[in-house]
């Protein structure tokens, strides 16, 4: 485990540990991960995801959409425990084994099998502050499955790699057709070396929400 780690998880490091002995058993056995992959869990999964929590306002409502293994939902919710945390998945192997993750860890996150696009998961997942995804699919068509849980006021924000960040500009003006606003790229986790990654941050346009006054 890298010394970093111990920083970026606080009281929940001990959590993180058994999180990554499950990606390195079970994760590889099912699937999820490539045995390649065990030797970077630390670095390029779970340090690389928990970055995003830098964009992250407090207290807010996430829903990480594709969460297949947990990434980047369960190292961000572990990160952050003041979020309140859904993982929306659509394939019953990796729900299974985020069930028997949240199970292990004792953690409150709720999980629900299905597609971001699907009415039954919008309704399900209820309210949201912020969409996180990594890795799940182009922008423009990550919008478009998203549309029904971004709310007007809603965030996502996007792991991406440099290619998909150089993309961005270029894509602004079909996002903002889409809905979207403020759409811009952000650095974070710089202080985790190569762990530092990039998100795509934008923010669903329209009136925000106000809730409604007793009587």
Known sequence: MPAVAATVFGAAT?????????LAGDG???GLIGPREVPRLWDRHLLNSAALAEAVPAGARVVDVGSGAGLP??????ARPD????LVEPMARRVEFLTDVVTALGAPWRIVRGRAEERSVVRAVGPVDVVTARAV?????????CKGLLVPGAQLIALVGERAAAEVPGLVPELEAAGMRDVHTRAVGGELGSAATTVVVMTRGGPARTARRPG
Do not use: E, H, K, S
């Open 83 to 86: 979020l309140t945390l859904t």
């Open 137 to 145: 699919a182009p922008l423009p068509r990550l919008v478009g499955w």
């Open 14 to 22: 001990d959590a993180a540990v058994r999180y990554v002995a499950m």
């Open 28 to 30: 590889v056995t099912r």
């Open 73 to 78: 939902g369960i190292p961000l919710g572990l």
